[in-house]
């Protein structure tokens, strides 16, 4: 079936610095949608990012992500942190061809200190 | 727009007592329905979706079932819990007519089963 791999399950960072959250992904299907959510504490997870075309940056809110069907990765970055980011940011994969399923990654706590 | 409704906030239960979570949703006409399962720390895990009143597929087996009897409702439901139902449980909808199913969560339920 379909999965998705977030390989870091915390990232701590200094204020200022750059994010990189990893995101891969494996499916059956040729056309994946793939999504961002974050999630701050008590609170429900919300729409970041989303994508379906190949090759194609998407940014929203500061944060930016490219599809690449090639490698089956979905990267979340931002050129510098803010405290406001830190939260619990999920990856995660659709495809009409599969129906209305949608699988999760296992969580990326983001962590920024000052 | 669209506004998302879950009931009760939070509970507290027995083990092996039975359990009725809902969800409404208002301002959106046939959504897409979705029921999440979240343990503390964990990941998301979608146990059932609905595309129409009266029709629930089930994603994964945890000993819960649900129900549509409205357009605008979802419920979740079981006989008997089980101490691994606690947790944090999540309704969603998600537009249709061929969408990217991005979800957009409820404020949740968090359940402790004692």
């Known amino acids: 079936g379909d999965s998705v791999t977030q390989t870091e399950g915390l990232v701590t960072l200094t204020e200022g610095l750059p994010v990189m959250l990893n995101c891969t992904y494996q499916t059956i299907y040729s056309n994946p949608f793939l999504f961002w959510y974050v999630q701050h504490l008590n609170e429900s997870p919300r729409l970041l990012l989303k994508s379906f075309t190949d090759n194609k940056r998407t940014e929203h809110q500061g944060f930016h992500a490219t599809l690449h069907k090639s490698s089956s990765s979905f990267h979340l970055q931002k050129s510098s942190a803010q405290l406001s980011d830190s939260a619990l940011y999920y990856c995660?994969?659709?495809?009409?061809?599969?129906?209305?399923?949608?699988?999760f990654g296992s969580g990326t706590r983001l962590l920024v200190s000052p | 727009a669209q506004t998302i409704h879950q009931w009760p906030v939070a509970e507290i239960k027995a083990v092996g007592s039975p359990l009725s979570l809902g969800c409404t949703i208002k301002?959106?006409?046939?959504?897409?329905l979705y029921w999440y399962w979240q343990a503390t720390g964990g990941t998301l895990q979608q146990l059932f979706y609905?595309?129409?009143?009266?029709?629930v597929e089930s994603v994964v087996q945890l000993n819960l079932s649900a129900s549509r009897p409205k357009d605008d409702q979802f419920i979740l439901s079981t006989e008997k819990l089980l101490l691994s139902h606690s947790g944090f449980y999540l309704c969603?909808?998600?537009?249709?007519?061929?969408?990217?199913?991005?979800?957009?969560f409820g404020p949740g339920t968090r359940l402790t089963v004692l």
């Open positions: 301002g959106k006409s046939s959504p897409n």
């Open positions: 609905s595309i129409t009143v009266g029709q």
């Open positions: 995660a994969l659709s495809d009409q061809a599969g129906g209305y399923k949608v699988v």
């Open positions: 969603a909808w998600s537009g249709t007519g061929g969408a990217s199913y991005e979800q957009y």
